[in-house]
């Protein structure tokens, strides 16, 4: 009777893991600075879930029953990454921007030096494919760009 049973379950389990759509998002990150991979980067999904961090190749890959909507990448010194996925964008090459301090500066002015730095990715990426770091020509994410804010007299 109970092996009626496990084999039931081990049918019913096998049978739901294949009709469940997963979705696989691999791909690489690398510095603004000289184009070399990030090791230990962290990846969240959604803005909630952590899902793991780059190897020491700058190469990550997970899969996920979720639906992907935005992934952010995270690492000490470089700006936060926040992408925005389309439906087929299943491998992501990423330039991630160093961080920089903005001493004695009016906000406005770190925007705009932050915005033409932001700017430079997509030379920086055509440079990539160019040097074989990167597989595809094109991006299939929205990159967003998030200004400084200044509350309560403290930038952030």
Not at 44 to 64: M, P, R, V, W
Request: aromatic fraction near 8%.
């Amino acid at each position: 009777m109970t092996q009626h049973i496990i084999s039931l379950l081990l049918v019913f389990s096998s049978i739901s893991s294949i009709y469940s759509q997963n979705r696989v998002i691999q791909g690489k990150v690398i510095d603004d600075w000289d184009l070399e991979p990030l090791m230990g980067v962290g990846i969240i999904l959604n803005d909630s879930i952590q899902i793991g961090a780059t190897g020491a190749d700058g190469c990550f890959q997970f899969e996920t029953p979720l639906p992907v909507n935005k992934l952010s990448f995270r690492y000490v010194g470089m700006e936060d990454a926040n992408l925005q996925l389309s439906d087929n964008c299943n491998h992501i090459e990423l330039i991630m921007q160093s961080s920089r301090t903005y001493c004695f500066m009016p906000l406005r002015k770190v925007n705009k030096e932050k915005r033409k730095s932001h700017k430079k990715h997509q030379k920086l990426y055509k440079k990539a494919f160019d040097k074989g770091i990167f597989q595809s020509a094109e991006v299939c994410y929205i990159q967003e760009f998030t200004e400084l804010k200044c509350e309560r007299g403290i930038p952030r």
